[in-house]
């Protein structure tokens, strides 16, 4: 598996914002977002953001719930 790429996170306030690849995969309010501005100093930012909205999925998802053996 390769490294996350495309995240961006903006602040608004006490809320974060975390994108992927334009679109808004999640927002943490309060000491959520404490946390995770102060995690991200420290670490890797693309896999901080990758690890905190689940986006580990690669985008087969819609083609495999079409597939005949998962309809039913």
Known sequence: M???SGFEY???GD???IRHRGVRATVLR???ARDFLTE???GDPQLLM????GDYRRGN???AR???RNQG
Do not use: D
Request: proline content about 12%; hydrophobic content about 25%.
């Open 2 to 4: 390769g490294r996350p």
């Open 10 to 12: 903006t602040v608004h």
């Open 15 to 17: 809320e974060v914002e």
């Open 30 to 32: 309060g000491p959520r």
């Open 40 to 42: 991200v100093e420290s």
């Open 50 to 53: 990758a690890r905190l909205t």
């Open 61 to 63: 998802e819609r083609v």
């Open 66 to 68: 079409r597939h005949p």
